[in-house]
């Protein structure tokens, strides 16, 4: 059944009054031949285009929104499984009322990787990366390493956070590492320390013999790479039970300067407990 017009004539079927449905019947396909790229072969201008069973098939082409909001409403599952998809929008977000997850698996042997980036072409802009939420975030990997700036090597910086190790976790270096907390001018507290419920064990260096610690404590003390000690206070050696060894020791006690003198006190609170020998 052909019908056919002249190449100026408009065709139309039923009318507006009291809108009729039109079905078509058979197993056969209807094809809309169109005349061009980019112009309108088949136009909807209100109401919703249904598709009741079977599946909405793009072979080539482009499947495009072009008002103000586009919205894909579906009641299950989206699976869009291509060689290569591309999102490309001013602003992409994913929102739900449930859980969302973005999740990527791999069905084969080979390694897979979820690629995060952010580029910007224009060299006047940089590409970046904001994660925020309310609770908490995890990043989590149940067979390998963890790894942070791992290629680039950039800083990582924690802001005014704290950055925790669980009870089992470990800090490891496995090149030339530096910790510094001096690039700022604030009044900054570095602790060392352990609980005191169990016995700890707490090293600093190693017996190499090029290895050097130096500590500084302002003008109070300080302790140089090569091991001279400077006390410019009163000190502290032993607590009454430790003992002393000075083993092949020279002590010189030197008065820099006019007026300060040296005075060597030596108090024997014990009858018994002094005992200078030669």
């Known amino acids: 059944l052909n019908i056919k017009t002249t190449a100026t004539d408009a065709m139309e079927f039923g009318n507006a009054t009291t809108n009729p449905t039109f079905g078509f019947l058979g197993t056969g396909a209807v094809t809309i031949a169109g005349s061009a790229e980019n112009t309108n072969a088949l136009v909807v201008t209100a109401g919703d285009v249904r598709i009741t069973d079977g599946d909405l098939v793009i072979t080539a ?3 495009t929104f072009t008002g103000a909001t586009g919205v894909i409403n579906l009641s299950s599952t ?3 499984d291509s060689a290569g998809a591309t ?3 001013t602003t992409l977000s994913i929102d739900a009322t449930d859980t ?3 999740t990527m698996t791999a069905n ?3 390694n897979k990787t979820l690629l995060i980036s952010a580029t910007n072409a224009d060299v006047a802009g940089l590409g970046l990366i904001s994660i925020s939420a309310e609770g908490d975030i995890a990043i989590d990997t149940t067979a390998g390493t963890l790894y942070l700036n791992n290629t680039s090597n ?3 910086n924690t802001g005014t956070g704290d950055l925790t190790v669980d009870t089992t976790g470990t800090f490891s270096a496995i090149s030339a590492a530096t910790i510094n907390l001096g690039t700022a001018n604030v009044a900054t507290t570095v602790q060392i320390a352990t609980d005191s419920t ?3 064990a707490v090293t600093i260096g190693n017996s190499n013999a090029a ?3 130096a500590i500084t404590g302002g003008d109070d003390w300080s302790i140089t790479a090569t091991g001279a000690v400077d006390f410019n206070g009163q000190a502290y050696i032993g607590d009454g039970g430790d003992a002393i060894l000075l083993s092949g020791t020279t002590i010189t006690l030197t008065a820099n300067t006019s007026g300060n003198d040296i005075t060597l006190n030596i108090t024997d609170n014990n009858a018994d407990a002094l005992d200078i020998q030669e």
Do not use: H, K, Q, S
Request: charged share 20%; no cysteine; hydrophobic share 40%.
């Open 61 to 63: 082409g482009d499947f």
């Open 78 to 80: 989206l699976d869009i």
């Open 87 to 89: 999102l490309d929008a």
């Open 100 to 102: 969302t997850n973005i």
């Open 108 to 110: 084969n042997g080979a």
């Open 154 to 156: 950039r800083t990582i």
């Open 198 to 200: 169990t016995a700890d």
């Open 211 to 213: 290895t050097t610690v």
